[in-house]
Structure formats: C-alpha cells, structure tokens
C-alpha cells in the first residue's frame, strides 16, 4: 500500500498488466521514451521495450484501427490517446468496426480493447486540449466507458478493463492526474467495471456524478455540512454500464438529486442520468431534478475567467445545492 | 520581384526569436498558461518562405504558429495579449497560443488538430480556382500556402489533401518543416520515408531545402509559389531543427543537452548573421543595436498585455451562431 496520484496509480496499473501477460502492448504517440506527454507510461519502454511500448506514427487511426485487429488476433492492445480531443480521427475505427464487431460477427470475434484517453479542462487547455468526449461515446451499445477519479479506482478499473472481453474506453480527468492522492494496494486488484461508489453519505440531497466533478462535489458538500445540509456524493465511476440501482437507492434517501457533469449540458451524460431518475425514481422525488454542467458553447475558452466561467466549481455547487434544498 | 532584404529578415527573424524568449519568460511567471509550443530555431522557415508571398496569398498553419504570424505582419501586441487570455488579444483570449488568425493579412490560422488544416488549406485553394474560372473574378489569382510538421504527415489527411491538390492543380504550395521530431518521436521512429516530400513524389514537384538558411528559403518558396500560381501544387520539405522543447513544459528525455548543443551551429539567426557580416551589411554593434530595439519593442508588448483587461464573461456566449439562438 502507497500513496500515489491517479496518474501513478494508472502507471502501476499498467506496469502489472503488462507483468502478467506478455499479449499486452500499449500503443500511441510518445508513450515511449518521453513517458507521454502527462507521464502516465514513464518507465514502461525501458523495462519492456519498443515492441511492447510503440511510439506510434501521428495519426489516431493508425492507433485504434491497428489496435482492433490486434484485439480481435488475440492481443492485450492499450491504446492511448494522447488528449481526448484528439480521438476524432479514429471515431469511425471505434464506432464501426470496435462496437460492433461482436454483434456483427455473430460472436465469432471480439475487441478486448482498452483505449485510454485523457479528458477535462481545468488546466487552461484552451479549446482543443479540455474537452469531455463520453457522450460521444456513451451512446453508442457496445462500447463500455469508465471514468474513475480516485488513485484506488484508477488502478482497480484499469486492471478490470484489460482484463475486459470488450472494448474499454477509459476516460481519465487530466486535472486530477497529479492533485489526487491515495492509498493504493500494492497488488492486482480489480473494481468490477459497471458498480458506482458511494463517495460521500449524506441524507438531503444527492449530486451523482463522475471525473473531477465528484471532488468537486465533496467539496461543495463540505461547504454545506457548517450549513447542515447533509449532502450525498455517488461517483458513477462506471458510465457504460451505469449503476442504476445506486443512483435509486440514493434519491429514495434524499429526495431530491443534482446530476453533475463537466461536458456541455445539452444532451450531455447527465441528460440519460436525469431521464433514468425521472423515469424509475419519480416516486421518491420531492423536487425536479436538477442539472449542473459545462456551459452550452463550442469549447471551453482558454482565458482563466472565462475558463471558470464554463466550469462547475464547488462554489456554483454549492449554490445549486443550497437553492435545491430549499425548493 | 523584389530583392530579398536580408537585413529585414535578419531583424524579423531576431524579433521572432525574442517573442518568443518572451513567451517563456511569462509561462514560467504563470501568466500564460496551458500548453506553448515555441518556435525557436526554425525562423528562418517562417521568414524565407512567407517572404515569398505577396499580399494576395493565403496563410494556413498548425498549432506552432507564433513565428508565421509575425513572419505574416501580425503586430505581436494582440499576439500577447491572446496569450495573456487578454480581451485585447486575436481571439479575444478565448483561443489562446494556438489559434492566431488575422483575415486581413489573409493569414487564416493556426489549427491545432494536427492534420486537419490541410484539408482546409486545399479546399481555400479549390475555392481561389473556383472564383476565377466559374465566378470570373479575374483578380483571384492567390496562392495557398500550408505549413505543417513532419508528424503531420502520417496521417490519411496529408495524402487525402496532396491527393486532391494534385487531382484539380490547385495552387497551393505544401510547406512541411521538417524539424526530425514529432513532439518526442524521432522521424526514424514516426515514419519510413524520412525524406518527407518523396511522400508527395508521386502527386507533384517537390524538394528538401535548408530550412536554416533564410536566402535559400526564400528563393526556393519563390519558385514554389510561382509554380503554384501558374501550374498546380508544390511541395516544400524545409529541413530545420526546434532549439526548445516541443512546448514550454517538455522535459526532452528523448534528446540530450549535447544533442541539442552540436545543433546549435545551424541556429538560423547565428548563420544569417554571419553572413551579413562577411558581406559588410552589418556590423556586430549594429547586430547589437537590432537586439536592443527589437528588446524594447518587446518590452512594449508584454506591458501591453500586461495591461489588457480580461474578457468580459458575457465574452464565452459570443460568437456561436450568426444570430443567437
Ligand atoms: C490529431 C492530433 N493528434 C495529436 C496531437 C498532439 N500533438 C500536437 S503536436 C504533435 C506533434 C507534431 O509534430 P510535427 O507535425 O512534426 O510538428 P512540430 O511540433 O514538430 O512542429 C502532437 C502529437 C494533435 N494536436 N492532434
Ligand atoms: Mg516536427
């Protein structure tokens, strides 16, 4: 057990898997000697060499395409991504060939894929280094998508994605990176991929939500607890599948619910989340339910104001959450 | 055509250089932030090539863009002040380092999906054809010019837009600087044709150039552009070498200190200055003078910045659609 940021948790993560199981290689641009631009597979082509470690040419097609044919011949590819803006060039790869591949083989092939991606802003990424992709992604049956934000999770999820029979997209917020510290098992240990996690009880309200919003949310709900609003923190962690029992659970207890998410709000994750509570939890709910999201413009602007601007903070939580409350 | 300047050059070439000294000084104070890809050490590219074009020519270009946008006329005041996330800035801070543009000076960008502008840049060039021969606007006789890196040219992108270029005869010239990295992956290592423009061999003419020599630059990219204006696509590969890091943050584990030192005898601006020298068109006390101007112009510029008031918040809702909705 050590403390480490979510971004060593991942390289751990990575190291063991590649330890265990010689099919598996990562896959994209740096990754090799530079370690990727944020660090995540630093040490990786040292230890296991540029066959196993590829510095692939520039091209997000390459990656995922190549990656998928490996996938379905048998290999353990990890593909990074190096920013999630950048996946568009692949889009086709994942859409066409990854998420169908088992529904149109008649089960003959499969594509146990892990493509890791960096996402969120927060860091002054400006508009094509902070955007969130999961609803892109989310909407298309299947894929599975995950975005854990603890070092535990990251760690545990990762593992369980590659051991995954299915294409794994993994999400991970580049903000928390390196400002989010934890205790992690020094051992092989996985997070089932489909199970939420409850990251703070509470009894008045809930906010369920995912990525460096769920910080986000704890620290709001701290704000609140001098005020005595007792608020309820459920980390999705899993997007695809989604933990629909414990999103219910949570609103049977508090009643009232705020889903939060740093995407654009319109049609963003959130907007499925808040459908499904409407639909199965409208029993419980003593107010509508409530979104928080990023603003509805192209990209998140580069200028620190406006940058905020576009962001949920723990502050505007708050206040969604104290107005919620008082409905 | 006009005779090369070469003590213009020289200068813009010096303030390409200091702006971006400048750059780095401010990201290491915080207040520029988010991810600065400097062009030092292949100004000589951007002077001898966009020198080559005349009023009515485009400029496209990638994310490392500070250089081609002075080289374009670009006042370096809204460039800092862009970079500051000024209101005062190009994009009035919302884009940031990448995302220079000056419709004006015909200078349409730099874009920072790698790749992507080069399909733009071709569809800019169809379009130019387009309006002479269906519109009949006799006076477009523009020429493209693209620029992008050696990575870029892995992508289906580069062989779709030199494909179509080829296909129509557009007049667009393919720069590509070919500076042997793409961020921390050697050309070796990112591509088997490692003579880049051979890429390209079979759509158009094209050749490997001293990027490094701003003379050579020029002449080269005069015979580029007007073979593009007059015949169809050319395809430039400038050979240059990026001094710093692929951006202000990078630590470079995949070069040394010596590495980057025994490059330092191709630096652009040491090399032209020492040919002005030999030619009796500068003195070192003149050299020095041109240092101490383009310092204060420089000094100007990040006061001006400095200055700028932020972006009105109401300035994240702007620009979307032609009318709100
Ligand atoms: C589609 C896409 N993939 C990846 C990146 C990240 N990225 C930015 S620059 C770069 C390297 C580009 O190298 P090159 O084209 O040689 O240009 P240079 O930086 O050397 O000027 C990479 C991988 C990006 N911006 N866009
Ligand atoms: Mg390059």
Redesign the interface.
Known sequence: MAELNLLEAINQALDQAMANDERVYIIG??V????G?FRVTDGLHAKYGEKRVI????????IIGSSIGAAMYGMRPIAEIQFA??I??AFNQIISEAARMRYRSNNTWEVPLVIRAPYGGG???????SQSIEAFFTHIPGLKVVAPSTPYDAKAMLLAAIDDPDPVLFLEHKKCYRLIKGYVPDEHYTVPIGKADIAREGSDVSVITYGMMRHYAVEAAEMLAGEDINVEVVDLRSLVPLDRETIINSVKKTSKVLVLYEDNLFGGYGAEVAAIIAQDGFEYLDAPVQRLAG?D??AM??????EN??LPTPSKIADTLRDLVNY | MEKQDLLADYRTMVLIRSFEEHCQQQYTRARIGGFLHLYVGQEAVAVGAIGALKAQDHLVTHYRDHGHALARGLEPKPLMAELFGRSTGTGKGKGGSMHFADKNKNFWGGYAIVGAHLLLAMGIAYSIKYKREVLGEADQDGVVMCFFGDGATNGGEFYEAVSMAALYKLPIVFLCENNEFAMGTPLSVHTSVTEIHKKASPFMPGERVNGNDVEEMRARALHAVNHARTEGPYFLEAMTYRLRGHSAADPQMYRTRDDINARRSGDPIALLKQKLIDQNLLTEKQAKQIDKEVEKEMDAVVQFAEESPAPDLSEAWTEIYSKPL
């Open positions: 641009e740096d090799g000697q530079r370690g631009v510095d692939a040419p520039l091209a997000e097609s390459i803006d950048f568009f060039p860091i002054h990424g400006a508009l094509y280094h603003l413009i192209p602007p580069y200028s620190t104001p406006l601007e576009f």
